[in-house]
């Protein structure tokens, strides 16, 4: 099982920006997923989770600019980041608790960070 993420790059303030994670292999169910950051020197935060059922939870500097969804037909996690500010800047990092298709493990997995940048 793999999780791989896409789509950060550079972009002006107040732009926006859409951010993948495809999870892959031997997947038989996922529960929770989400999305952490971290910029250089700081300890890595909450960016927003989301149950299977669609419930979503978002970190206090995010809320009302970001929206997280996922498509569990396609095993993906999305991060609709709009009105981008230049404390966004950071590494984006996937998550997702899988159960995989051979003993029915639950446990958790993560990505390999993505790197946003906002900068004029």
């Known amino acids: 099982v793999q999780l791989q993420a896409s789509g950060g790059g550079l972009v002006q303030p107040g732009g926006s920006l859409r951010l993948s994670c495809a999870a892959s292999g031997s997947i038989f169910s996922i529960e929770n997923m989400g999305w952490y950051r971290q910029a250089p020197g700081q300890e890595r935060e909450l960016v927003a989770t989301i149950r299977s059922g669609g419930s979503a939870n978002y970190g206090d500097s995010v809320k009302g600019r970001f929206t997280i969804t996922r498509d569990n037909a396609k095993n993906t996690l999305y991060l609709q980041m709009n009105s981008l500010k230049p404390e966004d800047t950071a590494v984006y990092y996937c998550?997702?608790?899988?159960?995989?298709?051979?003993?029915?493990?639950?446990?958790?997995?993560w990505g390999q960070g993505t790197q946003v940048t906002v900068s004029s």
């Open positions: 998550t997702a608790d899988i159960r995989d298709d051979f003993l029915y493990n639950l446990r958790s997995y």
